[in-house]
């Protein structure tokens, strides 16, 4: 990934080329920096999934029912969907390292407050908090890296992605040990949100602003973007806002409680439910060839078969009882597909789908649509188990929602994205 150091002002607007431009930064900066974005990309990711392996433990302690338990799992996409709008205009106005240092305190804090709940509610309260503050921070680093590298977009967001599933692979497996060795399910909390705070103290020395604060428009400032829509939410955004709102609901319901379905459905024990946790994170790992798959292909149909994909998978995982060693290849295309595959690029996507000096806004419609739903998901899914079984469960909200998602993309343009050929 190369940046491209020269510019031509002559193409930017005048209210751009007012703007302070920051130092610019060698190398090594730049990779030390994007190395600790990545960092506290994966952090976050630990924060979010550390959660699903101990909630059985969670629920056996407080009484939760499953509905409550399913909605624990995945309510701090709420707060992530509260945060994704309000920051993505921050972005554009305010200085990036700011909202993505302040994010990760916030959402470390939240973290670490979850085994301090009395009850259902006040654990509501810290998840949300959590996910609020990972919200701003998804916000954050993607408009940034987005503008940053502007021209390998896709790859980039891959990188960062890698990152998060090297956190879903290793919290549950962390997770479940700590629990082991404790005999608490209190410690991971306390751990993950102890890293956080020592990943935003890394960044406030570590994170140049000549990394975060760069102008995508700056980058390729030689284009002229008058065949784009000039609002930033158009026909494409939507289409593909209406995905993230499918894939969210159904990646996330499956997330929250695919650990559960394993020990109470299949009867795995914990240990093995982490393992196929795991295997899954490990699938994500591939973000980084998704997203440069992304960059050189129609993202469109590439998001098409992605999503196709899930839906297949799903059907495996649900319907053919399969074990342990089955279940964990499952697990793993899952996590290639829906994380490697689906999470970038329809992020990438919809940054492409604005002119450039919307991409702050384009973040935060992202975050909003994708986790915003997202937030019931577990809720909806432990409803249609109570109701109709797992079987039938994951047929209705894995199955049947990527492939509504896949129709979505149908009505997205790439000859309307900020990087076509015209």
């Not at 973040?363 to 998901?377: C, D, E, I, R």
Request: with cysteine; aromatic share 12%; hydrophobic share 50%.
């Amino acid at each position: 990934m190369t940046h491209a150091a020269q510019v031509d002002t002559s193409a930017v607007p005048a209210s751009d080329t007012q703007e302070k431009t920051p130092a610019p930064l060698s190398r090594p900066m730049i990779g030390v920096g994007f190395l600790v974005v990545v960092l506290s990309y994966m952090v976050n990711a630990m924060d979010r999934q550390v959660f699903p392996p101990l909630l059985p433990n969670i629920r056996a302690e407080y009484g939760f029912s499953l509905e409550q338990g399913g909605l624990l799992a995945t309510n701090f996409t709420l707060g992530m969907a509260l945060a994704g709008l309000p920051a993505g205009y921050l972005l554009d106005r305010f200085r990036r390292k700011t909202v993505l240092v302040v994010s990760i305190v916030i959402y470390s804090l939240g973290t670490m407050a979850t085994p301090l709940a009395t009850g259902f509610a006040d654990m509501t309260l810290y998840r949300v908090v959590s996910g609020f503050g990972e919200g701003m921070q998804s916000a954050a680093i993607f408009a940034a890296i987005g503008a940053f590298f502007a021209h390998r977009r896709g790859l980039a967001f891959g990188v960062i992605g890698v990152g998060y599933s090297v956190g879903v692979f290793i919290a549950p497996l962390i997770g479940v040990q700590l629990v082991s060795m404790h005999g608490t399910w209190h410690s991971p909390f306390y751990l993950f949100g102890a890293a956080g705070l020592l990943i935003a103290a890394a960044a406030v020395f570590l994170v140049k602003a000549g990394l975060t604060e760069h102008s995508a428009e700056k980058v390729v400032s030689t284009k002229t973007y008058e065949y784009m829509p000039t609002s930033a939410y158009n026909r494409n955004t939507i289409a593909l806002a209406v995905h993230a709102v499918l894939s969210g609901v159904a990646i996330y319901g499956f997330l929250g409680l695919y650990p559960t379905f394993l020990i109470t459905s299949l009867h795995y024990t914990s240990g093995q439910a982490a393992l196929a946790m795991s295997c899954l994170g490990f699938g994500g790992m591939t973000a980084i060839f998704g997203g440069w798959l992304g960059d050189r292909f129609n993202q469109r149909n590439l998001l098409i078969l992605s999503m196709l994909a899930v839906s297949a998978i799903s059907v495996c995982i649900y319907e053919t009882q399969a074990g342990i060693g089955m279940q964990c290849v499952f697990a793993f295309l899952m996590g290639a597909f829906g994380l490697g595959f689906v999470y970038p690029n329809t992020n990438s996507a919809i940054q492409r789908a604005v002119r450039p000096a919307q991409i702050g806004r384009a973040s935060g419609l992202f975050v909003t649509s994708y986790y915003g739903p997202a937030a019931f998901s577990g809720l909806l899914f432990a409803a249609l188990v109570d109701s109709f079984g797992w079987d039938r469960a994951g047929l209705l909200q894995v199955t049947v929602l990527p492939l509504a998602g896949a129709l979505a993309l149908t009505f997205v343009r790439p000859s309307k994205f900020n990087n076509a050929v015209h």
